[in-house]
């Protein structure tokens, strides 16, 4: 299949960009990173008719699919993993081949946030996993939906009554995962957000207006706004692809 032609804006002599040049835009970085990966409407819309596909084209799932290339570890609420109906991170052959010509596992961790664990073990991202999956939960999640989920991921407790966010990103850390992707959903990012974690943003625009009521990528308390600074806009088939990124992190303790 032929890969769709994202090319650097303004340029007015753009070249389209493969595999390893988006791979120069979003690099791995020397320092521990979350980064976090949503695409929205014109008019801030995360959905159309329930699914974030609705938004999405050939240069987004590029690019998406290199984004989860590049990570150690994909982060994703329950709820998400719930709607989109997540089937296991299984990579293409070619990006397989990627990771390991440059050191790293064949497949990055699936990790899942769930306070109660209301998650069905039988789903593909689970039963189909190439890797144990792992799951960041608390103390006050069911007995009973632990013990089904038992067999099919490593549950990790980070957390009394919520999931601590913070502990649960040492966590990974402490496992080497330190190049972390999250793909939401919306209540997670905002909660990342509010816990001060998140260093990276990347933007799909999508051409589109939706309307309605459909909520916006981050959702949760409110706080203090961070800064960030563009580090990179690609354009292809009217879409933009924004990357932002914060000028200083704060430290994370180890777990």
């Known amino acids: 299949m032929t890969e769709p032609s994202v090319r650097a804006w303004p340029d007015p002599d753009p070249t389209p960009l493969d595999v390893a040049a988006l791979t120069e835009r979003y690099p ?10 949503f695409v929205a409407s014109l008019d801030g819309a995360v959905a159309v008719d329930g699914f974030s596909a609705g938004l999405s084209g050939p240069a987004d799932k590029l690019i998406f699919g290199t984004l989860r290339m590049l990570c150690d570890a994909l982060v994703v609420a329950a709820g998400t993993i719930r709607t989109e109906n997540y089937n296991a991170l299984r990579l293409s052959p070619t990006r397989r ?9 064949e497949f990055p961790l699936m990790v899942v946030v769930s306070r109660m664990l209301d998650l069905d073990p039988a789903q593909e991202v689970f039963s189909d996993a190439p890797v144990r999956p792992i799951i960041l939960t608390c103390a006050a999640a069911p007995e009973q939906r632990r013990a089904a989920l038992d067999p099919v991921a490593e549950l990790v407790t980070v957390g009394q009554r919520e999931v601590d966010l913070a502990a649960g990103l ?8 330190t190049q972390v992707l999250c793909e939401g959903g919306p209540v997670l990012f905002g909660a990342l957000t509010a816990a001060d974690l998140v260093d990276e943003l990347c933007l799909t625009v999508s051409p589109l207006l939706v309307g309605g009521t459909v909520g916006r990528i981050a959702a949760g308390p409110p706080g203090p706004p961070r800064a960030m600074s563009l580090r990179g806009i690609l354009s292809a088939d009217d879409m933009l692809f924004l990357r932002y990124a914060r000028s200083s992190r704060p430290s994370i303790p180890p777990a």
């Open 170 to 177: 040492a966590a990974l850390h402490a496992r080497g995962a």
């Open 28 to 37: 791995r970085n020397p320092e521990p990173t979350l980064r976090v990966n």
């Open 97 to 105: 081949e990627w990771r390991r010509a440059h050191g790293l596992p």
